[in-house]
């Protein structure tokens, strides 16, 4: 059984830090690319980041330069740290990953539970 768990985020004042990591576990081959998206109440679900397996890197235009992404291929887990947090980063961030399900490294899409990042005073 494939297994994507987040865990990190909850409340913090803007211009905050919080950190969110996200856990593939089961029978898989490693991934071939990790990343987050959100969404904001009454909104869409927009992409956040994104990371490969070989380090390549991808940001929405809102969170550049704010947030990053890191990986540790061995845990199958990658990382978001988000600075310089905004009251519109506020929403549900799931974790999405491309794992790697066959010795083919074919992959195939899963998402996380979820996690609550809320940026208020």
């Known amino acids: 059984q494939v297994r994507v768990v987040e865990s990190g985020g909850g409340l913090v004042q803007p211009g905050g830090s919080l950190s969110l990591s996200c856990a593939a576990s089961?029978?898989?081959?490693?991934?071939?690319?990790m990343g987050w998206y959100r969404q904001a109440p009454g909104k869409q679900r927009e992409f956040v980041a994104r990371i490969t397996d070989g380090g390549s890197t991808d940001y929405n235009d809102s969170v550049k330069g704010r947030f990053f992404i890191s990986k540790d291929n061995a845990k199958n887990t990658v990382y978001l740290q988000m600075n310089s947090l905004k009251p519109e980063d506020t929403a549900v961030y799931s974790c999405?990953?491309?794992?790697?399900?066959?010795?083919?490294?074919?992959?195939?899409?899963?998402w996380g539970q979820g996690t609550q990042v809320t940026v208020s005073s």
């Open positions: 999405n990953a491309n794992l790697r399900v066959d010795s083919l490294w074919r992959g195939r899409d899963y």
């Open positions: 089961g029978s898989i081959f490693g991934f071939n690319a």
